[in-house]
T-cell receptor
Framework: DADVTQTPRNRITKTGKRIMLECSQT?????MYWYRQDPGLGLRLIYY???????NKGEISDGYSVSRQAQAKFSLSLESAIPNQTALYFC???????????FGPGTRLTVL | AQTVTQSQPEMSVQEAETVTLSCTYD???????LFWYKQPPSRQMILVIR??????QNATENRFSVNFQKAAKSFSLKISDSQLGDTAMYFC?????????????FGKGTHLIIQP
């Protein structure tokens, strides 16, 4: 089984809809991240969390919110989706004593 | 803030050739990590190699090696004996060491195509 899972893997929604992307990990890592990938732009950090009580904004947090329900779960929400939020979204984890981030398989989100 | 620049949007080489992907970065930090990630068509992000800035020795992982030039803020990836399965997007990434703002800063990527 994969160590970092994301659900759904693909999602099509309409402008104005609320949508939640979920991430779960079995690696026991305390740090979790959400990134967005757009063609030609690489990945950019949306939010990150050091633990359940510590959540921080990244480079492009506007229009997004997150929830760290447990050490193993980190959800990304779009309260009112807009077409320019169409992108590939990645969750990643990292242990406190390591420097390497491990990525989930990604969620392709399309906002019509 | 850190920036990472990959100046080659796309490269194409023949199978078995050696190819070098370029990456430069800008930072005021003295201690940090650098990474190369591979993203094949499956879109999974796969760690290829990592380098700790305080180590002068260049990292090597099988056919993959880096040329880390700290003073020049350069971190290139060399792939030897390239294989068809090396076809992918390659991203260079930077992470600051220590507390404070966390997360990776990525370059825009290089699309590497290995021709048979």
């Amino acid at each position: 089984d994969a160590d970092v899972t994301q659900t759904p893997r693909n999602r099509i929604t309409k402008t104005g809809k609320r949508i939640m992307l979920e991430c779960s990990q079995t690696k026991g890592h305390d740090r979790m991240y959400w990134y967005r990938q757009d063609p030609g732009l690489g990945l950019r950090l949306i939010y990150y969390s050091f633990d359940v009580k510590d959540i921080n904004k990244g480079e492009i947090s506007d229009g997004y919110s997150v929830s760290r329900q447990a050490q193993a779960k980190f959800s990304l929400s779009l309260e009112s989706a807009i077409p320019n939020q169409t992108a590939l979204y990645f969750c990643a984890t990292r242990g406190q004593s390591t420097d390497t981030q491990y990525f989930g398989p990604g969620t392709r989100l399309t906002v019509l | 803030a850190q920036t990472v620049t990959q100046s080659q949007p796309e490269m194409s080489v023949q199978e078995a050739e050696t190819v070098t992907l370029s990456c430069t970065y800008d930072t005021s930090e003295s201690n940090y990590y650098l990474f190369w990630y591979k993203q094949p068509p499956s879109r999974q992000m796969i760690l290829v190699i990592r380098q700790e800035a305080y180590k002068q020795q260049n990292a090597t992982e099988n056919r993959f090696s880096v040329n880390f030039q700290k003073a020049a803020k350069s971190f290139s990836l060399k792939i030897s004996d390239s294989q068809l399965g090396d076809t992918a997007m390659y991203f260079c990434a930077f992470m600051k060491h220590g507390g404070g703002a966390d997360g990776l800063t990525f370059g825009k990527g290089t699309h590497l195509i290995i021709q048979p």
